[in-house]
């Protein structure tokens, strides 16, 4: 639908790490920061300071964005949406870009998208969220349109997780087609229909299809451990999730709000991830490596302790 450069994507839904520090910036990590690729949706999550030099490292355009959404409104997770609202304007993007976040933060995140002066040419559709549910529908190539919706998590100012689901499809058997006498459009008229009437009778979609679940990510940012950040990765096949700190400073994490490695990982073991994105690291901790080892004490799936500019494909579906 938009034009992307191809030559950066491995596949057609991924995740592109633009920052992975929490709170400031340090010499190796931009502030916060994310971009999900998922089919011809291009979601920004969470900009903040620098996402739009970080967009253009990450060969992402401005034109390619279709959505934003906020967790909350930290500076470390919103600040660059004044560049990149700004970007859009600039680069007269012309599709209408909705800005969710949460309704209490309303105030800032209109000061943020008229902080300085410009010419405004940009389309955005601003909603705010104010209790857990559906959020919007989202394109799918495959199964049709997803479902994003946010679950309220527990941080010291109002804060969302999002979660993704696409819907359960099947898979067509073509022996079994054959075998049935069903061709061409007929096809197309089964799986939509669920059954088809035929010269050798009736026909039912299962008789010729196997069930293909749905793929689903989740994007769980500041939170203490809460049902919220549970049911957001029941199952998913990538979970981000910040992991500020490690867990030999669990108290720190418990006061300010926020979740250790361990926590992290912890919930993705235990709700069956397929893909752990760690990220949001505390510039208290110099090497990677302690997240990685305190993770795998628990979590034995994918796991990628984020980096600035990591692309992480979401795991082939099941
Ligand atoms: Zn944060």
Same mark, same amino acid.
């Given at each position: 639908m938009f034009q992307r450069p191809a030559h950066h994507r491995v596949s057609s839904r991924e995740l592109v790490a633009l920052?992975?520090?929490? +709170?400031?910036?340090? %010499?190796? %990590?931009? @502030?916060?920061?994310?971009?999900?690729?998922?089919? $011809? =949706?291009?979601?920004l999550f969470d900009?903040?300071?620098? #996402? /739009?030099? /970080?967009?253009?490292?990450?060969? &992402?355009?401005?034109?390619?964005?279709? %959505?934003? *959404? &906020?967790?909350?409104?930290?500076?470390? @997770?919103?600040?660059?949406? *004044?560049?990149?609202?700004q970007r859009i304007s600039l680069d007269a993007v012309p599709q209408t870009i909705p800005v969710v976040f949460p309704a209490s933060g309303r105030r800032w995140v209109e000061n943020l998208c008229d902080s300085t002066a410009y010419y405004h040419q940009e389309r955005l559709a601003l909603?705010?969220?104010?209790? $857990?549910?559906?959020? #919007? %529908?989202?394109?799918? =190539?495959? @199964?049709g349109p997803a479902v994003l919706r946010a679950e309220r998590l527990d941080h010291s100012l109002e804060a969302y997780g999002y979660r993704l689901d696409e819907p359960d499809g099947r898979r067509m058997d073509p022996a079994r087609l054959a075998e049935a006498g069903i061709t061409g459009p007929d096809v197309g008229r089964l799986a +939509?229909?669920?059954?088809?009437?035929? =010269?050798?009778g009736v026909v039912r979609l299962e008789d010729v299809s196997s069930p293909r679940p749905g793929q689903s990510f989740a994007f769980v940012m500041d939170t203490r451990l809460c049902d919220a950040v549970w049911s957001l990765a029941a199952g998913v096949d990538m979970l981000v999730i910040e992991s500020t700190y490690l867990d030999r400073d669990s108290g720190l994490a418990r006061d300010h709000g926020h979740l250790t490695a361990l926590q992290a990982a912890t919930v993705a073991a235990q709700s069956g991830v397929r893909s752990l994105v760690l990220t949001h690291f505390s510039q208290r901790y110099t090497d990677p490596a302690e997240f990685e080892r305190e993770a795998r004490?628990?979590?034995?799936?994918?796991?990628?302790?984020?980096? $600035?500019? $990591?692309r992480? *494909?979401?795991p082939r579906r099941r």
């Open positions: 920052g992975t520090a929490s +709170q400031v910036p340090t %010499r190796t %990590r931009n @502030h916060n920061g994310y971009v999900l690729f998922w089919d $011809d =949706e291009v979601i900009p903040g300071e620098g #996402s /739009q030099r /970080q967009m253009l490292h990450a060969g &992402i355009s401005a034109t390619a964005l279709t %959505r934003i *959404a &906020i967790t909350h409104l930290h500076g470390d @997770h919103s600040l660059g949406l *004044a560049g990149v609202v909603q705010g969220l104010s209790r $857990d549910g559906v959020v #919007s %529908r989202v394109p799918g =190539e495959l @199964h +939509q229909e669920g059954t088809l009437r035929t =010269e050798r004490t628990v979590y034995d799936g994918e796991l990628t302790v984020a980096a $600035d500019l $990591d992480v *494909a979401v």
